[in-house]
């Protein structure tokens, strides 16, 4: 699978030059078909006062319209970056995915607490099945690769049929976290140089086992750390045209072990002993 840095810039392009597709619409107007509970009761709130446009995947929701114009051009070339990069993959969604841009910190933690009803307040952004919800950031780059991460995740929603295991899904979300926005403004990051000596990490056979993410904030830290890195490993030092086949499997439940071994070759103890060299 080869990533050109020229398709790179020239999506850039047709993206900016799809600008003129956001368009502003009426609530009664937009595509609200994949809307859940939770987010329906979000738009009924008073609360907030939410305006509403769309893209070609994207019904936007939101208070600022220009940052909010900027979250849905990088969304439009996020889709389709992130969907060629892991190998032009069909599309499964049958609507548009919705965006949530809460503009005031205030409102991001009325969205936690009375509306998902959880501990989350630290978080800057969270996705749910096909629907993003994001904590406006002061400017929009410090909210870009935050949005890249979390559109990996609505990506792979939208994608990829059934669920990859959580390293998986949060390690590819920390990779185009690291690369989508730099391509999106068209500048060349190295991979390799990307990723360093990995000093302190989760255990790899913890990790390939987690079904739910770490207990404190140091082990989460590390998880997501390890997870990025081990994507990294799988994407550079395999071979790449393996990874995509890979993920495939295990969102269909595959086990990781079984997996490892049909696309890679590798059983789990070859792949900690390889990692090992490899984040040092």
Request: overall charge positive; glycine content about 4%.
């Amino acid at each position: 699978m080869k990533r050109l840095w020229l398709v790179g810039a020239l999506s850039l392009f047709a993206v900016v030059a799809r600008a003129d597709d956001w368009t502003p619409v009426e609530r009664g107007a937009m595509d609200g078909s994949q809307l859940s509970d939770v987010a329906r009761a979000v738009l009924d709130a008073r609360e907030f006062k939410w305006k509403h446009a769309q893209t070609e995947h994207f019904v936007i929701h939101y208070e600022n319209g220009v940052f909010a114009a900027k979250v849905a051009r990088q969304a439009e070339f996020y889709y389709h970056h992130i969907s060629r990069d892991l190998g032009n993959l069909t599309d499964r969604a049958p609507a548009r995915s919705h965006i949530f841009i809460f503009r005031k910190p205030t409102d991001w933690h009325i969205f936690i607490r009375s509306y998902l009803k959880a501990d989350l307040e630290w978080s800057a952004a969270m996705v749910i099945g096909p629907i993003m919800y994001l904590k406006q950031a002061q400017d929009i780059s410090r909210s870009a690769e935050v949005l890249s991460h979390e559109m990996s995740h609505l990506i792979l929603n939208r994608f990829v049929e059934g669920r990859a295991p959580r390293w998986l899904n949060e390690g590819l979300a920390e990779w185009y976290g690291e690369f989508a926005y730099a391509a999106f403004k068209g500048v060349r990051k190295s991979k390799k140089t990307a990723f360093q000596r990995l000093d302190s990490s989760f255990s790899v056979r913890d990790l390939l086992a987690a079904k739910e993410y770490p207990a404190d904030r140091e082990a989460i830290h590390k998880f997501y750390q390890t997870s990025k890195h081990l994507v990294a490993y799988l994407q550079l030092e395999q071979p790449s045209e393996k990874f995509t086949p890979f993920l495939l499997a295990t969102a269909r439940g595959v086990p990781v072990e079984s997996a490892l071994q049909e696309h890679y070759g590798l059983t789990v103890e070859e792949l900690i002993e390889q990692f090992q060299k490899y984040r040092r």
